[in-house]
């Protein structure tokens, strides 16, 4: 068994009333926590967190929080399948809003394909982008589409005429996601 002591950081365990300034692991099982009145124990490996933070046995290795300050600001289409109600939309908050056009939380398939056709129609020729609820996919407008690094990049929905309809999935739309 390894033990592994992880200290000087930010630690909450949720559990222990009172300051916590380490934590023991023993292989995968949290087997001790304390704070520096208590001593601090031995350990096979000592990890110093540099003052970052740890919550033991919190496990999510897949998040989106940047989604969270979008949603704030952009249009949620969460149960939304009907195309045109997110293209009106989109037409309304191009006449009231100025930058990038965000919406998302749109799940496929919708009653019709959407393109970056589609989004030029009703935003003109501003930056838009509609994220699929997974966040992995996105369609973007032909605006944002012309200013994205795609040469190599995997993931870009053609036309039968080979030019990009807009609609983007992993590395493309990790693009989108980092313009």
């Known amino acids: 068994m390894t033990s592994t002591l992880f200290f000087n950081g ?8 009172g300051r916590t300034d380490w934590v023991v692991v023993d292989d995968d099982k949290v087997a001790s926590i304390g704070a ?3 001593g601090t ?6 990890i110093d967190l540099a003052g970052g933070a740890l919550v033991p046995a919190f496990c999510d290795a897949h998040v ?3 989604a969270t300050g979008l949603y704030a600001s952009g249009m ?9 109600t997110i293209l009106r939309a989109y037409a309304d908050r191009a006449k009231e809003a100025s930058g990038l056009l ?8 919708l ?5 970056r056709v589609d989004l030029d129609g009703v935003v003109g020729d501003r930056a838009a982008l509609l994220a699929r609820a997974d966040m992995h996919s996105c369609i973007v407008s032909s605006s944002l589409l012309s200013q ?22 992993e590395q493309a739309a990790s693009a989108a996601w980092r313009w």
């Open 10 to 17: 930010t630690i909450r365990t949720n559990g222990r009333p």
């Open 36 to 38: 520096s009145d208590d």
């Open 41 to 46: 124990p031995a350990a096979d490996r000592r």
């Open 64 to 66: 989106h929080l940047p």
């Open 76 to 84: 949620d289409f969460r149960g939304v399948a009907d195309a045109d």
């Open 102 to 109: 965000f919406g998302g939380n749109f799940e496929d398939p």
């Open 111 to 115: 009653d019709r394909p959407l393109t």
């Open 148 to 169: 994205l690094p795609l040469t190599d990049q995997q993931g870009i929905d053609r036309d039968p005429d080979g030019q990009p309809t807009g609609y983007l999935r």
